[in-house]
């Protein structure tokens, strides 16, 4: 094992927890990969995060759509949308999927985050969609995904959960936290019955620009 799959072991193990303690997810329900070369790597199944260590994330090839792995453990049931992610979008090599109280509540309902707030811009256009719905651990539902992350770098999914992309696995959990936060505030405007205004196009296209220069750092503080 080389030392960069090593650290990507640990920062798994560490992100999962970090996904409970933030409270973007519950139990064991939520899974995390990341690229390393020709494989990914990914969350075991069914496996506490207090008990998971680095030997236990299951190790895929990108290519293999057999489903066979490495290690003592199961991968996530969700390793085929995490697999179809990393081998069709390069610009993301991390993955973080949970199910978040008000992402999964708008998902429900079968809705997208329109531009209620200008960081919808962070995930890269006008609103963040929804997957329609099919069983977990499908063909169908990687294909589901993968249309609703089409020049995105998050989704909702129906009746499920949420998806959220990256650079780094930093990256995509700032973006899981973000996209959490965004849903919640909906979700509150929508409670109030009131009506609400949705930023035009313009108005995401120029905080699309602002963000072009920020970093990780920066987009934090803009949120």
């Known amino acids: 094992m080389t030392s960069k799959e090593g650290i990507l072991r640990e920062e798994i193990v560490q992100r999962c927890r970090e996904m409970n303690a933030n409270g973007i997810n519950q139990g064991t329900s939520g899974n995390i990969s990341v690229r390393l070369g020709d494989h990914m790597l990914i969350s075991p199944?069914?496996?506490?995060?207090?008990?998971?260590?680095?030997?236990?994330?299951?190790?895929?090839?990108?290519d293999d759509r057999s489903g066979a792995w490495?290690?003592?453990?199961?991968?996530?049931?969700?390793?085929?949308?995490?697999?179809?992610?990393?081998?069709?979008?390069?610009?993301?090599?991390?993955?973080?999927?949970?199910?978040?109280?008000?992402?999964?509540?708008?998902?429900?309902?079968?809705?997208?985050i329109p531009a209620v707030h200008y960081m919808v811009a962070a995930f890269g256009g006008t609103d963040v969609r929804c997957a329609g719905y099919a069983r977990y651990g499908t063909e169908e539902l990687s294909d589901l995904v993968l249309a609703a992350l089409q020049d995105r770098t998050a989704c909702l999914m129906a009746n499920h959960g949420m998806v959220a992309m990256g650079e780094t696995l930093a990256k995509a959990m700032w973006r899981a936290v973000e996209l959490e936060t965004i849903a919640r505030q909906y979700v509150t405007v929508l409670q109030t019955g009131a009506d609400y205004h949705v930023l035009s196009d313009a108005e995401i296209a120029e905080t699309m620009d602002g963000f072009a220069s920020y970093g990780l750092q920066a987009e934090s503080a803009a949120a």
């Open 70 to 112: 490495e290690g003592p453990k199961t991968p996530s049931t969700e390793w085929r949308f995490h697999q179809r992610i990393l081998r069709e979008r390069p610009d993301c090599p991390a993955v973080i999927h949970a199910h978040p109280t008000y992402c999964t509540a708008i998902g429900i309902l079968r809705r997208a």
């Open 45 to 62: 199944s069914a496996t506490p995060y207090d008990a998971m260590t680095p030997e236990m994330v299951a190790k895929i090839a990108i």
